[in-house]
C-alpha cells in the first residue's frame, strides 16, 4: 500500500454528538494529555516536521478564514484524482478574504516565506485530504464550513500512529488502532502525482494537472485523471447477457463442438474449421476484467497492507480468537492503488512494457462486519472492522490487440500493490513461442492481405526465440505475483445453465481474467 493509511478499509466508529464530545474531552484527564503531547516529538522526522510546521499554520489558516475552509471542500469534492484530495500547489494563489491569497495566510502563519519555500521544494505533491469518515461524523459531502473547523492530521511513514493538530494548536496522538470521530483533514504527499522536477517523470505522458512557476504536475497513469475516467467506467457486471456474442460463437465452434482449435483464431481472424484463413481483424483487445485478492482473507490483507503507515490487524483485539480486527489507520489515505505490467515479446526479439493502473476501496476488496470498540482516553467511541470474505472487483481495462504475426503466443502479467512511485528499469529476457503460419495471399477473397493460414499452429512449426524486454520495477510495491496467459487458452471454458464460465488466471495471491473485448 502507498506509504499511508488506507481510507475507508477497515474503520469505522461511532458518530457522537459534538457538544457531547466536547464535553467529553473536557473531562479528559490532563495526565493523558501531557503525556501524550510529550510522545508527539517522537514521532516526527526531518521531513514529517516540514508537513508539521506546514499544520500548524494551516489550522490557524483555517480558524480565520471561512472562505479556506469552503476552497478545500469545494475543490475536494471536484476528486480531480478520484479521491476528496486536493493538491496544494493548485490552490496556493487562490484568493481568501481581505484579497490574500491561501499562500500569503499560510506565511503570516508560519512566520517565514523561506520555511514555506523549504515546504513545498521537499514536498512537491503536498496534498490536503479530506477523509469520508463513516456513520456520518465528517466527510467532504456534510462539511459545514459555517461550523466546523476541522484538525490537521499529519500522514507519516515512520509510523503507524496519528499526530493530530487540535484547533488550539495543541497536538495529541491517535493511535492506529483508533479512527477520530470529530472533524479532521490529513496533510499527506499525492501517491498519484508526479511533478517534472524529479529527473524520472521528465517523459511521463500522462495527462497535465497543473503548471506552477514552471513545474509540471501530472498523473502517475491518466486512470486517475477523473475527467477522463468516471468511476462507473472501471464497472463490469460479468453475465452471459454482457459477453460479446462473437466470443459465445468462437466458444460454440471450438469448444462447444468439441473441434480442436483455438477460440481466438476465430475472435481476432474469424478462423473456423469451414475457413481456416483469415486477416486480423482489430475490432476486439485483450481486457483485464476482473480482479480478487486470493488465499486467507487476513494473509491477503497484511500482504498489500505491510508497510509502515498502512493500517495493521490487531491481534485479537476484543477477545477475537483469528485475531482479524482492523485497527483504524485506515481513515488518513485514499483506496489502494494496483499497478499492472503486461510483458507483450515481438517478433524482432524486442518486446514492450504495457503499464496499466487501477484503484479499489478496501470495501471493493474486502467483506467486512463492525465490531464497537472501548471509549480512548479521548472520550470517543470507535468501530473496529473485521474481515470476513474476499470480493471481486470487476475491472475494463484494455491492453493491446493480439496479433499473432507481431507478437508471442504467451503474454506474463504481474500486479504489484502501489506504494512509491520511484522505479528502477530491468532488463528481462524470455524463451517464448512464435506462429509462422502466415502468408500474403495471391489470389481469392483475401488477395493482398496477410493471412493466418490454418487453426492453431497450422502445417507449420512454431518458432521458439528468445525476447528481451525492459520492464520497469518499484522497490517497497507489494510484488503480488505473475500469470502467463497463452493465445490458445479457451475464453469461455463451460456452462451453468444459461451462465457461461470464462477462464482466471491464478497468481497464488490474486486472480484474474483476461478476455478479448470488442472495442469497435
Not at 422 to 427: A, D, G, S, V
Not at 433 to 439: G, K, L, T
Not at 459 to 470: A, D, E, G, I, P
Given at each position: 500500500?502507498?506509504?499511508?493509511f488506507k481510507?475507508?478499509?477497515?474503520?469505522?466508529?461511532y458518530l457522537?454528538?459534538f457538544?457531547s464530545c466536547?464535553?467529553?474531552?473536557?473531562n479528559?484527564d490532563?495526565?493523558?494529555?501531557?503525556k501524550?503531547?510529550?510522545?508527539?516529538?517522537k514521532?516526527y522526522d526531518?521531513d514529517?516536521?516540514?508537513?508539521?510546521?506546514?499544520?500548524?499554520?494551516?489550522?490557524?489558516?483555517?480558524?480565520?478564514?471561512?472562505?479556506?475552509?469552503?476552497?478545500?471542500?469545494?475543490?475536494?469534492?471536484?476528486?480531480f484524482?478520484?479521491?476528496?484530495?486536493v493538491?496544494?500547489q493548485?490552490?496556493?494563489?487562490e484568493k481568501l478574504?481581505?484579497?490574500?491569497t491561501v499562500?500569503?495566510?499560510l506565511?503570516?502563519n508560519l512566520g517565514?516565506?523561506?520555511?514555506l519555500?523549504?515546504?513545498?521544494?521537499?514536498?512537491?505533491t503536498l496534498?490536503i485530504?479530506?477523509?469520508?469518515?463513516p456513520e456520518n461524523?465528517?466527510?467532504?459531502e456534510i462539511?459545514?464550513?459555517q461550523?466546523?473547523?476541522p484538525?490537521?492530521?499529519?500522514r507519516?511513514?515512520?509510523?503507524?500512529?496519528?499526530?493530530v493538530?487540535?484547533?488550539?494548536?495543541?497536538e495529541?496522538?491517535?493511535?492506529?488502532?483508533?479512527?477520530?470521530a470529530?472533524p479532521?483533514?490529513?496533510?499527506?504527499?499525492?501517491?498519484?502525482?508526479?511533478?517534472?522536477?524529479?529527473?524520472?517523470?521528465?517523459?511521463i505522458?500522462t495527462?497535465?494537472?497543473?503548471?506552477?512557476n514552471?513545474?509540471?504536475y501530472?498523473?502517475?497513469?491518466?486512470?486517475?485523471?477523473?475527467?477522463?475516467n468516471?468511476?462507473?467506467?472501471?464497472?463490469?457486471t460479468v453475465?452471459?447477457?454482457?459477453?460479446?456474442p462473437?466470443?459465445i460463437t468462437?466458444?460454440n465452434?471450438?469448444?462447444?463442438?468439441?473441434v480442436?482449435?483455438?477460440?481466438r483464431d476465430y475472435?481476432?481472424?474469424n478462423i473456423?474449421p469451414?475457413?481456416?484463413?483469415g486477416?486480423?481483424?482489430?475490432?476486439f483487445?485483450?481486457?483485464?476484467?476482473?480482479?480478487?485478492?486470493?488465499?486467507?482473507p487476513?494473509?491477503a490483507?497484511?500482504?498489500?497492507?505491510d508497510?509502515?503507515?498502512?493500517?495493521?490487524l490487531?491481534e485479537?483485539?476484543?477477545?477475537?480468537?483469528?485475531?482479524n480486527?482492523?485497527?483504524?489507520?485506515?481513515?488518513t489515505?485514499?483506496n489502494?492503488?494496483f499497478k499492472?505490467?503486461?510483458?507483450?515479446?515481438?517478433k524482432?526479439g524486442?518486446?514492450?512494457?504495457?503499464?496499466?493502473y487501477?484503484?479499489?476501496?478496501?470495501?471493493?476488496?474486502?467483506?467486512?462486519t463492525?465490531?464497537?470498540g472501548?471509549?480512548?482516553?479521548?472520550?470517543?467511541?470507535f468501530?473496529y472492522?473485521?474481515i470476513?470474505?474476499?470480493?471481486?472487483?470487476?475491472?475494463n481495462?484494455?491492453?493491446f490487440?493480439?496479433d499473432?504475426?507481431q507478437?508471442?503466443?504467451?503474454i506474463?502479467?504481474?500486479i504489484?500493490e502501489v506504494d512509491l512511485?520511484?522505479?528502477?528499469?530491468?532488463t528481462?529476457?524470455?524463451?517464448?513461442?512464435?506462429?509462422?503460419?502466415?502468408?500474403?495471399?495471391?489470389?481469392?477473397?483475401?488477395?493482398g492481405?496477410?493471412v493466418k493460414?490454418?487453426l492453431?499452429y497450422?502445417?507449420?512449426?512454431k518458432v521458439?526465440k528468445?525476447?528481451t524486454?525492459?520492464r520497469?520495477?518499484?522497490?517497497g510495491?507489494?510484488?503480488?505475483?505473475?500469470?502467463?496467459v497463452?493465445?490458445?487458452?479457451n475464453?469461455?471454458i463451460?456452462?451453468t445453465?444459461?451462465?457461461y464460465?470464462?477462464?482466471?488466471?491464478?497468481?497464488g495471491?490474486y486472480s484474474?481474467s483476461?478476455?478479448?473485448?470488442r472495442?469497435?
Amino acid at each position: 500500500m502507498n506509504r499511508s493509511f488506507k481510507l475507508s478499509l477497515f474503520s469505522f466508529f461511532y458518530l457522537l454528538a459534538f457538544s457531547s464530545c466536547d464535553n467529553q474531552n473536557e473531562n479528559v484527564d490532563p495526565t493523558t494529555k501531557e503525556k501524550n503531547e510529550l510522545t508527539v516529538e517522537k514521532l516526527y522526522d526531518a521531513d514529517s516536521n516540514l508537513k508539521r510546521e506546514f499544520g500548524k499554520a494551516l489550522v490557524k489558516s483555517l480558524n480565520e478564514s471561512k472562505a479556506l475552509r469552503d476552497l478545500i471542500k469545494s475543490e475536494s469534492l471536484k476528486m480531480f484524482d478520484n479521491d476528496y484530495d486536493v493538491l496544494y500547489q493548485t490552490i496556493k494563489d487562490e484568493k481568501l478574504e481581505n484579497n490574500i491569497t491561501v499562500r500569503q495566510s499560510l506565511i503570516k502563519n508560519l512566520g517565514s516565506e523561506a520555511l514555506l519555500n523549504q515546504i513545498e521544494i521537499n514536498n512537491p505533491t503536498l496534498t490536503i485530504f479530506v477523509p469520508e469518515l463513516p456513520e456520518n461524523s465528517f466527510s467532504a459531502e456534510i462539511w459545514d464550513t459555517q461550523t466546523q473547523i476541522p484538525a490537521v492530521a499529519i500522514r507519516l511513514t515512520t509510523s503507524n500512529d496519528v499526530p493530530v493538530i487540535n484547533q488550539d494548536g495543541s497536538e495529541e496522538i491517535i493511535e492506529a488502532k483508533y479512527t477520530p470521530a470529530f472533524p479532521v483533514i490529513v496533510l499527506k504527499n499525492n501517491e498519484r502525482i508526479v511533478s517534472n522536477n524529479i529527473s524520472n517523470n521528465k517523459n511521463i505522458k500522462t495527462s497535465l494537472v497543473s503548471r506552477v512557476n514552471g513545474v509540471e504536475y501530472k498523473f502517475l497513469d491518466d486512470c486517475f485523471d477523473k475527467s477522463k475516467n468516471s468511476k462507473n467506467g472501471f464497472l463490469r457486471t460479468v453475465s452471459s447477457a454482457v459477453l460479446d456474442p462473437k466470443v459465445i460463437t468462437a466458444y460454440n465452434t471450438y469448444t462447444g463442438s468439441n473441434v480442436d482449435g483455438w477460440q481466438r483464431d476465430y475472435i481476432y481472424y474469424n478462423i473456423t474449421p469451414g475457413t481456416p484463413k483469415g486477416p486480423f481483424k482489430y475490432d476486439f483487445q485483450e481486457t483485464i476484467t476482473s480482479f480478487s485478492l486470493q488465499g486467507n482473507p487476513t494473509a491477503a490483507y497484511n500482504t498489500i497492507a505491510d508497510q509502515t503507515g498502512d493500517p495493521t490487524l490487531g491481534e485479537k483485539a476484543l477477545g477475537n480468537s483469528t485475531g482479524n480486527i482492523l485497527s483504524g489507520g485506515s481513515w488518513t489515505g485514499g483506496n489502494f492503488e494496483f499497478k499492472i505490467r503486461t510483458i507483450v515479446n515481438g517478433k524482432n526479439g524486442i518486446g514492450s512494457e504495457i503499464i496499466k493502473y487501477f484503484t479499489a476501496t478496501g470495501n471493493d476488496l474486502f467483506d467486512c462486519t463492525f465490531i464497537r470498540g472501548e471509549r480512548t482516553g479521548f472520550g470517543h467511541y470507535f468501530y473496529y472492522r473485521q474481515i470476513n470474505s474476499l470480493k471481486n472487483v470487476n475491472l475494463n481495462i484494455p491492453i493491446f490487440n493480439w496479433d499473432l504475426d507481431q507478437y508471442a503466443s504467451t503474454i506474463k502479467i504481474d500486479i504489484e500493490e502501489v506504494d512509491l512511485t520511484e522505479t528502477t528499469i530491468l532488463t528481462e529476457s524470455r524463451s517464448v513461442e512464435f506462429a509462422s503460419n502466415f502468408s500474403v495471399e495471391a489470389s481469392g477473397s483475401f488477395f493482398g492481405e496477410l493471412v493466418k493460414v490454418g487453426l492453431k499452429y497450422g502445417t507449420s512449426q512454431k518458432v521458439v526465440k528468445t525476447s528481451t524486454v525492459q520492464r520497469t520495477f518499484t522497490q517497497g510495491n507489494d510484488m503480488l505475483g505473475d500469470v502467463i496467459v497463452n493465445f490458445a487458452d479457451n475464453v469461455i471454458i463451460g456452462t451453468t445453465g444459461t451462465a457461461y464460465t470464462t477462464r482466471q488466471y491464478n497468481s497464488g495471491l490474486y486472480s484474474i481474467s483476461v478476455e478479448p473485448t470488442r472495442v469497435q
